[in-house]
């Protein structure tokens, strides 16, 4: 979708193991987002960056570091996944729409058991 | 805190219908109300966005309704069609630091036949 590709698209790992989870992007664009979806809890923000080695914590961080070392590319580590961290993680840029508009990549469903 | 509360969580209209969702927001200096619309599968999409400085929008089938003094914004979806069976998420933004939307608990639509 415009441009953000996520991989793997499934995954299935064992608690206590590291996970990096990518998101590509080939528009260029300052802002990426890391999501998660869980049921009644609707998406919450993992983390996000603003530019090239530059990320920020979202509200639901714990857990989780990240890394841009260039424009196009978004890392998610989970740096020792546990089965709260379960759930699909969705990456997404900042497009426009009015400034603000997100286009979502389609998405890492991650099982830890 | 939930700073943008979502109701109903799920939601049974008849085609034809007009299907409503509301959200609820605490934050004043959110600034941009985006709604998104999930199939299953998918990464969630841009459908309808309105700033405040508007009562109402309108997009085809599909209309927010916003409401400043009360801190609540609607979706209406006329005419529901089955093809409009989704998630819905309300979300909300504000200007800096790094434009982050926050997200609604979501609505399962479900347009029957």
């Known amino acids: 979708d415009a441009g953000i590709t996520q991989s793997p698209r499934h995954k299935v790992t064992e608690t206590g193991t590291p996970v990096t989870l990518r998101c590509h992007q080939t528009?260029?664009?300052?802002?990426m987002y890391w999501y998660r979806q869980d049921p009644g809890h609707g998406l919450r923000l993992i983390h996000y960056?603003?530019?090239?080695?530059?990320?920020d914590k979202g509200e639901v961080s714990d857990g989780y570091s990240v890394s841009r070392s260039k424009t196009e590319d978004f890392l998610l580590t989970l740096e020792s996944a546990t089965s709260s961290q379960t759930s699909v993680y969705f990456c997404?840029?900042?497009?426009?729409?009015?400034?603000?508009?997100?286009?979502f990549g389609s998405g890492t469903r991650l099982t830890v058991v | 805190q939930q700073q943008v509360k979502q109701s109903p969580q799920s939601l049974i209209v008849q085609k034809g219908g007009i299907s409503i969702i509301n959200c609820a927001y605490e934050?004043?200096?959110?600034?941009?109300f985006p709604w998104y619309q999930q199939f299953p599968g998918k990464g969630p999409a841009l459908l309808i966005a309105i700033r405040p400085d508007v009562s109402e929008k309108k997009e085809g089938r599909f209309t927010i309704s916003f409401n400043k003094s009360a801190k609540q914004f609607s979706l209406h979806i006329m005419d529901s069609q089955p093809g409009d069976s989704a998630t819905y998420f309300c979300?909300?933004?504000?200007?800096?630091?790094?434009?982050?939307?926050?997200f609604g608990t979501g609505t399962q639509l479900k347009v029957e036949l």
């Open positions: 528009e260029n664009h300052r802002y």
């Open positions: 934050n004043t200096a959110f600034d941009y």
């Open positions: 997404a840029i900042r497009n426009g729409t009015g400034g603000y508009g997100y286009t």
């Open positions: 960056s603003y530019g090239v080695k530059d990320t």
């Open positions: 979300a909300a933004s504000k200007k800096g630091g790094g434009n982050k939307l926050t």
